[in-house]
């Protein structure tokens, strides 16, 4: 598990493919995550996170065809989780990836 420092602003990528492994911008691409404290306090309806959604949130920067990225401030010590999700045009899900890292208390 990758593991960074409290206030490291981390950036987090992801390459959508087809089956055929070529890349592809799918219609629709989320990305959730949760730390440590339960979630983003922002992003927070009662238990589940909202997603940032690529063309809405301009967090979430399309680099090359099928290549994404967000730069995420981590403040908060312990384990965080995130998933990305790309949807078809009529919402069935297409894909899911999810990781985890750990960010280090400030020692100091």
């Known amino acids: 598990m990758d593991s960074f420092n409290a206030g490291d602003l981390i950036t987090i990528s992801v390459v959508i493919q087809?089956?055929?492994?070529?890349?592809?911008?799918?219609?629709k691409l989320y990305f959730?995550?949760?730390?440590?404290a339960g979630g983003p306090a922002a992003l927070q309806k009662g238990h589940i996170a909202t997603p940032y959604s690529y063309g809405i949130?301009?967090?979430?920067?399309?680099?090359?065809?099928?290549?994404?990225?967000?730069?995420?401030?981590?403040s908060i010590a312990g384990e965080w989780h995130y998933k990305w999700q790309s949807l078809e045009a009529d919402n069935s899900v297409r894909g899911a990836?999810?990781?985890?890292?750990?960010v280090l208390g400030d020692l100091f």
């Open 57 to 74: 949130d301009a967090d979430l920067v399309h680099d090359s065809v099928g290549h994404y990225h967000i730069d995420l401030p981590v």
């Open 97 to 102: 990836t999810t990781g985890d890292f750990y």
């Open 18 to 27: 087809t089956a055929a492994g070529v890349d592809h911008d799918p219609p």
């Open 32 to 36: 959730y995550y949760k730390d440590p």
